[in-house]
């Protein structure tokens, strides 16, 4: 359990650890409400052109605080821009693009509830990169996620698999669990000597110029006729689902550890629903309560630790190895 430390006078001040726990919260509700304002600005903006704003006025208010050291390790950034590249094509270009193109047909809740079939994605995508393989529990547990999506998907109609009639919106959020897989994937290879900042700061870059050469093909911008719930939706996702959640984010992971920090993603499907059903009057159908729950249940087998062994410690991963 985590204290307080005392002050001077007998203030009780929260310990590192209830911030850590706070800020991790706050980054997860903060990347829940990116989908109801995405979801929101569907009429207005087009998905390709507001990922591009997104991360273009994110970057306009990142650079004064980070580029300076984006210039001292410089030398860094020529020595990994192949893995810099990488992790903005997966997980700033096609990750967030084809996250509001799911939204621009599917519901915020739909598409935040299948956001939690990443860690079975990950799974999956370790194991064939040469990773370790899953336990027979993790790939039960992968299986059932997967279940679970299929009810998601098809809304508990069988026929939607028979006439292979699905949702585009679904299925693009699938590709979005496959994007974020693969950048998850590629973050672990990030060299320790990388400072985390000047890797968002340059994927970032490396994202948008990848994005810019579709902006030509995305619907002409009419900013004179937005509303000013449009401008503030847009500056939310620029600035609190983008710039202040990962300063949040960073904060935690520097004092729980990125393995402890990365469960509060889970918190994710269970705040995007309630905002899309308080903010946007969605509606949560039988068949979307069901699949959730089928995919939470995966997802906390996925998750599990290996049962400890005699000696108290957890016990070792029999697994073969290739």
Not at 2 to 23: D, H
Not at 136 to 161: K, M, N
């Amino acid at each position: 359990m985590f204290g307080k430390r005392l002050l001077p006078g007998g203030a009780n001040r929260p310990s590192p650890g209830i911030l850590a726990v706070f800020a991790l919260s706050l980054a997860a509700l903060f990347w829940s409400g990116n989908f109801i304002a995405g979801r929101a600005l569907r009429d207005d903006i087009d998905p390709v052109m507001l990922n591009t704003l997104r991360w273009l006025l994110c970057l306009a208010l990142f650079l004064p605080l980070v580029g300076g050291r984006v210039i001292r390790y410089r030398h860094l950034v020529r020595r990994d821009w192949r893995l810099l590249l990488a992790l903005g094509a997966t997980g700033i270009a096609a990750f967030q693009t084809m996250i509001y193109m799911a939204l621009s047909q599917t519901t915020a809740a739909n598409a935040v509830l299948m956001l939690a079939l990443t860690p079975a994605a990950i799974l999956i995508g370790g194991a064939l990169s040469g990773g370790a393989r899953p336990t027979a529990i993790q790939g039960a547990g992968t299986a059932i996620s997967l279940i679970g999506a299929a009810v998601l998907i098809t809304r508990g109609d069988v026929s939607v698999l028979l006439t292979f009639s699905f949702n585009r919106g679904d299925l693009w959020m699938l590709g979005a669990v496959v994007a974020w897989a693969v950048y998850s994937l590629l973050l672990r290879q990030r060299p320790a000597d990388l400072p985390q900042d000047v890797t968002l700061a340059v994927s970032i870059t490396f994202g948008l110029a990848l994005i810019a050469p579709l902006t030509v093909f995305s619907d002409p911008l009419d900013p004179w006729s937005w509303s000013l719930g449009v401008v503030s939706a847009l500056l939310y996702i620029a600035v609190f689902a983008s710039l202040i959640a990962f300063l949040l984010w960073s904060y935690g992971v520097s004092v729980l550890g990125p393995q402890r920090a990365g469960q509060f993603v889970h918190l994710m499907p269970v705040f995007g629903p309630i905002l899309a059903v308080l903010i946007l009057q969605e509606t949560l159908v039988a068949p979307q309560i069901a699949g959730a729950a089928i995919v939470f249940f995966g997802m906390y087998l996925v998750n599990r630790r290996p049962a400890p062994g005699p000696s108290g410690n957890p016990a070792p991963d029999r697994t073969p190895r290739k």
